[in-house]
């Protein structure tokens, strides 16, 4: 254990800062992982929905909408009841929509799997 502490105290000390992140930051680093997944989820979402027949495009479509709005919604909430306001606001609101939506890339890609 003393070990551990002597290297973890040298990585401080050779990277003063390494560890320590602004708030601004955290939110910035949130926001982007936000948006690599809401992209992937694009590119996943349109894979399915080629390879649908026209019967279910259109209900895949409504599911995805009302997705979208309650992902927002529930990250709104979210955000509202974590941090009312505060500074991490907006990383609490980024976090929990890439959670969502890497949820739902997980929920299409197993659909994607399984189509005919």
Known sequence: MKHLLVVLFLLALAAPGAFAQSQQQMNRDAEASFTKADAELNRTYAKVLAGLDDESKPELKA??????????????????????????????????????????????????????
């Open 63 to 116: 599911a995805q909408r009302a997705w979208v709005a309650f992902r927002d919604a529930h990250a709104e909430f979210q955000m509202n009841y974590d941090a009312r306001g505060g500074s991490m606001a907006p990383m609490i609101y980024a976090g929990v929509r890439a959670s969502l939506t890497k949820a739902r890339i997980a929920q299409l890609k197993e659909l994607f799997s399984t189509q005919r």
